[in-house]
């Protein structure tokens, strides 16, 4: 039998998504409450990942319970890790001006820094889940995407 | 060959297609990744399931 599903991804794991903020060059503040960003809302973006559309209030902007920032960079703008109500994590930024050298790591959309996260939950899962035992990894990229193969001569 | 590809577009979706697994297996291999990865969609079995089941049915008839 074989099948094909769709998964949204949600950050669950704390340890993968340091090990990807690690990848692309930035360090993971455990327990850093507040992240930087514009400071202030104005009302000015209104996307589908708007984070008001995803239950974060524009007077809570800014505050976290994780964050993820550049090193050496103080004027940069981080990234805020802010608890979902399923138990898993939203992640927050701000891109105003590339947040100042934040997207340079993280890409447009923080694409990098999702893809490396579910590259880390994937490698985990292939080290810890007998399921998986005897398959080998390669990575590809395709256009913007993260191919993860996982093969198995069993 | 069993093989499990997982391709992750730039937005942060997901979609996990297996391929050469016969009987029931692959939904069993594949349920903790994607409950590691986030929230699953859909889930749609693929013609080979189909292609596959057939023939157990086939045989079951003789």
């Known amino acids: 039998m074989s099948h094909v599903a769709t998964v949204e991804t949600v950050i669950m794991d704390l340890n993968a998504l340091k090990k990807a903020a690690e990848e692309c060059g930035l360090v993971m503040n455990f327990d850093q409450t507040t992240f930087k960003w514009y400071g202030a809302w104005v009302n000015d973006y209104h996307g589908n990942d708007a984070a008001y559309k995803h239950g974060i209030k524009p007077k809570d902007y800014g505050k976290c319970l994780h964050a993820i920032s550049v090193p050496n960079k103080p004027g940069a703008y981080e990234i805020g890790v802010v608890a979902r109500d399923d138990g898993g994590y939203l992640l927050l930024w701000d891109f105003f001006a590339g947040g100042y050298g934040l997207m340079d790591h993280v890409g447009k959309d923080c694409t990098k820094l999702l893809q490396s996260y579910s590259k880390h939950v994937v490698l985990n899962e292939i080290a810890t889940n007998p399921d998986l035992i005897g398959y080998t990894p390669t990575i590809e990229y395709e256009n913007e995407n993260m191919i993860i193969k996982l093969t198995s001569y069993d | ?62």
Not at chain 2, 21 to 36: P, R, S
Request: net charge neutral; aromatic share 4%; charged share 25%.
């Open chain 2, 1 to 62: 060959m069993k093989s499990i590809t997982i391709t992750i577009d730039r937005v942060g979706g997901t979609i996990v297609k297996t391929e050469g697994f016969t009987g029931g297996t692959c939904k069993d291999v594949t349920k903790n990744l994607q409950k590691a990865l986030g929230k699953t969609s859909t889930d749609i079995n693929t013609n080979e399931m189909y292609e596959i089941n057939n023939e157990q049915n086939n045989l079951n008839q003789y």
